[in-house]
């Protein structure tokens, strides 16, 4: 069965550069998340995407943005990247926002570093 | 504000030991409750979850849990681990009216030795 795709899975950066994270969710799954896993952390949401709208926002920097695109894929944005960023981010979809029941599909995460 | 606790963060097992993962969670309205795994290099895979109804809830390989509503707990067991089982174990929780993101405790990684 298709699973979530994410790219790149590891991306090396310098601080203070720019990154953008894909996330790809299963078809016909219109919700997406994103999460943070800092290392030995738990992961921490960033924010969700439903019908190509921002549905809900959590601990994200102002220095991050994201969007969901027509074909439901998302994209996140990341600049001034600061050593702190560096982390696995996890993207998950669903197949509707229906408040929260739906199980969310993990994609396998994209490492960041930053040096 | 949500939350969720994990009270074991290295559990270390002989093969066919039973297991317990303590789980609490801080919210006081309905939510929902899930136990992910993640295996070594792999992405987190939802192993059970329960909405309503019966607080027993059996999920895939062999795995269950029970919900207690007045201890705010969602602990896994499995009556006989196996080496395959050597992975982090996480809890997360959401609600209906907070737009499906989850919560997640600090998670528990288990160790199986064969």
């Known amino acids: 069965a298709a699973g979530v795709i994410q790219s790149p899975r590891h991306l090396i950066k310098e601080k203070r550069e720019t990154a953008t994270l894909k996330c790809y969710p299963i078809?016909?799954?219109?919700?997406v998340y994103w999460y943070q896993q800092g290392p030995g952390q738990d992961p921490q949401f960033l924010i969700s995407?439903?019908?190509?709208?921002?549905?809900d926002k959590g601990s994200i920097p102002d220095r991050f943005s994201a969007q969901q695109f027509s074909d439901y894929h998302s994209e996140l944005n990341m600049s001034s990247l600061e050593l702190g960023d560096s982390a696995l981010y996890f993207c998950?979809?669903?197949?509707?926002?229906?408040?929260?029941?739906?199980?969310?599909?993990f994609g396998p995460g994209t490492r960041l570093t930053v040096l | 504000a949500q939350s969720v606790s994990q009270h074991n963060h290295h559990v270390i097992l002989s093969e066919a030991a039973s297991l317990e993962l303590g789980c609490n969670y801080s919210?006081?309205?309905?939510?929902?409750l899930f136990w992910y795994v993640q295996y070594p290099g792999q992405h987190l895979q939802l192993l059970l979850k329960?909405?309503?109804?019966?607080?027993l809830v059996k999920g895939i390989k062999g795995f269950e849990a029970e919900f207690i509503k007045s201890k705010f707990s969602f602990n896994l067991r499995k009556p006989s681990v196996q080496w395959s089982d050597t992975a982090e174990y996480f809890c997360?929780?959401?609600?209906?009216?907070?737009?499906?993101?989850?919560?997640f405790g600090q998670g528990t990684e288990l160790s199986v030795k064969p």
């Open positions: 998950a979809s669903s197949p509707r926002l229906a408040g929260g029941k739906d199980t969310q599909y």
């Open positions: 078809p016909r799954h219109d919700t």
């Open positions: 995407f439903y019908e190509k709208m921002q549905s």
């Open positions: 919210y006081g309205g309905t939510v929902n």
């Open positions: 329960y909405f309503s109804g019966d607080p």
């Open positions: 997360a929780v959401n609600s209906d009216n907070q737009g499906g993101k989850l919560i």
